[in-house]
């Protein structure tokens, strides 16, 4: 199996002086999103070095490679879903324009009815939520995880991700999670979430996503 080392990303530092949500909080959390890095890049390791011996003992109650198999999933949600919320954190709050508020009102009916949405899937959530677009439905939908590596859904793009374990707010806001949730929408970086969604609406054919020009 093919190793692919990942690095952590530097974020903008305007994340360290956020309004509500602590310098503190954030170098905290970046210490996680890091861990996520270091173990994404060990479990695939450890999955490049299956003997046949391992490939023979694989059972779904327990096993080596089924253990490494899932926990590569939740690490690798783990720096997926960071990357994306800190890399739209640091802004200056506020609402989108153009194509992307367009559809949230087309979606959502209102900017605020999307907000009131979002606001209580991240409630509701025990891990994450998602604003995605689903390529397949051709909507923006906000879903709910409970974990780093639940609950995909197949044909959606995640745009803006709202991380709600407690780490995330515990230090400023204790177990008050709607108050966070607030300080979160205060900070974001709508241009950054416009590209996001510039980006998963544009049919790419070439396999390079993230860097293409061309599709
Ligand atoms: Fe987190």
Wanted: negative net charge; charged residues 25%; aromatic residues 14%.
């Amino acid at each position: 199996m093919q190793v692919n080392k990942i690095q952590p990303k530097t974020f903008n530092e305007k994340i360290f002086q956020m309004k509500g949500i602590s310098k503190k909080t954030v170098e905290e959390h970046l210490k996680l999103y890091q861990g996520y890095v270091n173990k994404y890049n060990e479990i695939q390791e450890k999955l490049a070095a299956l003997t046949d011996d391992d490939f023979s003992k694989a059972n779904q109650v327990y096993s080596h490679i089924r253990e490494l198999k899932t926990e590569l999933s939740f690490a690798w949600g783990g720096v997926v879903n960071h990357e994306i919320y800190f890399g739209h954190l640091g802004g200056e709050g506020g609402q989108p324009t153009g194509e992307l508020l367009k559809q949230i009102e087309k979606d959502f009916g209102s900017f605020e009815a999307y907000k009131k949405d979002l606001k209580a899937t991240g409630i509701a959530a025990r891990g994450w939520v998602w604003t995605a677009w689903n390529e397949k439905e051709g909507r923006l939908f906000n879903y709910l995880g409970d974990a780093q590596n639940t609950f995909p859904v197949w044909y959606a793009k995640p745009i803006l991700a709202l991380d709600t374990y407690e780490h995330a707010y515990f230090i400023d806001y204790g177990v008050n999670r709607a108050s966070y949730i607030d300080a979160f929408f205060e900070n974001l970086d709508w241009k950054t979430i416009k590209e996001n969604f510039e980006n998963a609406i544009r049919k790419c054919t070439c396999g390079q996503e993230e860097s293409c020009d061309e599709c």
